[in-house]
C-alpha cells in the first residue's frame, strides 16, 4: 500500500536553511521582548515586509493583547518605522530590521505563531518562483504556525492572486477564502494608493487545520530563543 504525500509534501522543491546565517541586526532586546511575550501565552502574530510600519502600528494600538514582531528588510523603510512605533512606546510590538527568511529560521519555533500577515509583497513579475506560495520557504513557514492560525494575503495584482489560489488548491491544499478589499480600508501605504486608484484589492485568508503537516515540524530555530 502506498501513503499519500501530505499536502505540504507535494511541493517539488525542499527548503535548505543550513546556509542562511542569523541576522546580525537583531537585538537582544528584540528577542527578549518575544520570549516574554510567550512566557505570558500573549497570543504570537507576524508581519513580513512591514514597509513603513503603518498596519503594524494599527495593529498594535488595536490588539493591546496580542503580541506582533513586524520585519523589514529595507533600511529606510525600517528607520521610518522605528521612529514611529518609538514615539507609540508599544510594548506589545517588536520592529526587526531583517530578512524575514533568515529571521524565522533562526527566532521562529515551530507551532508558535497565531497569525501571519503579508500585505501586499514584491508581486516578482521576472520570477515567479520568488513569489511567496511557490517558494520553498512556504512550508517552513507554515510549520511556525499554530494548528488554527491564518495567513493572510493581500494584493493589487488579480493574476498574483489567481495563482496564489491555484497553488493553495492543488499544491498545498489549505482551506482559505478569497474577497476584495473595501474601498475605505487604509492598513498600508500601498493599500491607501491603490484604492484611491481605483484598483481591485483582494486578500487570501488561508487557514492551517489541526492535522495538517510539514517536513518541518520538528525543526527548531536555530537560536533556540523562541
Known amino acids: 500500500m502506498t501513503h499519500q504525500p501530505m499536502p505540504s509534501h507535494r511541493f517539488d522543491r525542499l527548503f535548505d536553511a ?12 528584540d528577542i527578549q521582548s518575544i520570549s516574554q511575550a510567550l512566557d505570558s501565552k500573549t497570543p504570537l502574530f507576524l508581519e513580513i515586509g512591514a514597509g513603513k510600519g503603518k498596519h503594524a502600528i494599527q495593529f498594535a494600538s488595536s490588539n493591546t493583547d496580542k503580541h506582533l514582531i513586524a520585519i523589514e528588510r529595507t533600511r529606510e523603510k525600517f528607520n521610518a ?11 506589545n510590538l517588536t520592529v526587526i530590521h531583517a530578512d524575514a527568511i ?3 529560521v533562526h527566532f521562529i519555533a515551530p507551532n508558535s505563531l497565531d497569525g501571519v ?12 518562483n520568488q513569489r511567496w506560495l511557490n517558494m520553498p520557504f512556504f512550508e517552513f513557514l507554515l510549520s511556525r504556525l499554530k494548528a488554527g492560525g491564518f495567513v493572510i494575503i493581500a494584493s493589487n495584482i488579480e493574476s498574483y492572486m489567481d495563482e496564489a489560489c491555484q497553488l493553495l ?22 493599500e491607501i ?9 483582494q ?24
Not at 518605522?81 to 510594548?91: I, M
Not at 500577515?117 to 515567479?128: C, D, M, R, V
Not at 494608493?193 to 484589492?201: D, P, S, T
Open 18 to 29: 543550513k546556509f542562511l546565517y542569523a541576522p546580525k541586526t537583531v537585538q537582544n532586546q
Open 169 to 190: 488548491d492543488e499544491v498545498w491544499q489549505l482551506p482559505y477564502t478569497k474577497r476584495a478589499i473595501d474601498s475605505t480600508s487604509a492598513r498600508t501605504h500601498f
Open 102 to 104: 533568515a529571521f524565522c
Open 81 to 91: 518605522f522605528q521612529k514611529q512605533a518609538d514615539l507609540g512606546e508599544f510594548k
Open 203 to 226: 486578500e487570501i485568508i488561508l487557514t492551517k487545520p489541526a492535522c495538517y503537516q510539514t517536513r518541518f515540524d520538528d525543526t527548531l530555530a536555530k537560536e533556540q530563543v523562541i
Open 117 to 128: 500577515f503579508i500585505l501586499y509583497p514584491n508581486p516578482e513579475p521576472h520570477n515567479k
Open 193 to 201: 494608493k491603490y484604492l484611491a486608484r481605483g484598483e481591485l484589492c
